[in-house]
């Protein structure tokens, strides 16, 4: 089972930027619990824009997007196990750093955290140092291979980083780093599937920002929501629109709907 995810289009409505366009792009990262102590991470960026920049837009413009467009599997669940898997989205507009940006929303940066974090031998203040000195030096080459390879995208599976539910938390104080002394953050939208096996059968529901959809049972009908992202200073705001659904084929055999 897999969660599918499209990023369809966006409209920009209102920037701040004192040029005639603004430079947006997406983060996300996908996450689940795997036992009381651990947890699976996977993640990822804006594939179709520039690797140092976002998609420029003027006020007014409409853009089908496509992008961030990916696929998670979903762990199995036994009969009467409670499975919740929290899908995190972030838009931003493009500044200085926003190779420093996609570079911490990569599954390398998961990874790397884990590693720094064991060659510290778990000291909180070590790791984050050693991590901040990563995240922001200049080795980002990775990041365009990432592009050029489509890592992270519908039709390939990037494998979930497992770390400690501590070192998760320490991963959310560099993101409160990187939004404070980066690109301009303009908002954050949550999505979870909750799901367990009852008879045999996977029975799920969706909860977003505007509530909880109802229990479902298999492969259903894609849902559309939209997201209306409006900075906190009122700066810059787009209107957004996704797709999210859960798939039983594997990603390259999965047939989007068509656009809408």
């Known amino acids: ?11 920009c409505l209102k920037k701040s930027d004192a040029g005639k366009r603004g430079e947006y792009y997406f983060t996300w990262r996908c996450y689940v619990d795997k036992n009381e102590n651990d947890m699976d991470l996977v993640q990822g960026f804006s594939l179709g824009c520039p690797v140092d920049d976002g998609y420029s837009m003027a006020v007014g413009d409409a853009r089908v997007l496509n992008d961030p ?25 493009s500044d200085y750093s926003t190779e420093k940006v996609k570079k911490l929303f990569s599954n390398e940066a998961a990874a790397k ?27 980002n080459g990775f990041i365009g291979d990432l592009v050029d390879t489509g890592v992270g995208t519908a039709s390939t599976l990037t494998p979930y980083v497992t770390m400690s539910k501590a070192l998760f938390k320490l991963a959310g104080w560099a993101f409160r780093v990187i939004r ?14 909750h799901y367990t ?10 909860i977003f920002d505007n509530g909880a959809e109802t229990w479902l049972k298999g492969e259903k009908a894609e849902i ?26 594997s990603p390259n055999e999965f047939k989007e709907p068509d656009p809408d």
């Open 224 to 249: 559309f929501q939209n997201w209306q992202v409006l900075e906190g200073d009122q700066g810059n705001e787009l209107d957004s629109k996704f797709l999210i659904q859960i798939v039983a084929a």
């Open 69 to 93: 467009k990916f696929s998670v599997e979903l762990p199995d669940v036994a009969e009467g196990e409670n499975k919740r898997v929290t899908l995190d989205l972030f838009a931003w507009e």
């Open 180 to 193: 404070d002394n980066s690109d301009d953050f303009l908002g954050f939208t949550r999505a979870e599937i």
């Open 113 to 139: 955290l884990v590693e720094i974090n064991s060659s510290a031998q778990q000291r909180k203040d070590q790791t984050r140092e050693d991590f901040l000195e990563w995240v922001f030096d200049d080795d």
């Open 197 to 206: 096996r009852i008879k045999g059968e996977i029975v799920y529901r969706w």
């Open 1 to 11: 089972m897999f969660l599918h995810f499209n990023m369809r289009r966006f409209k």
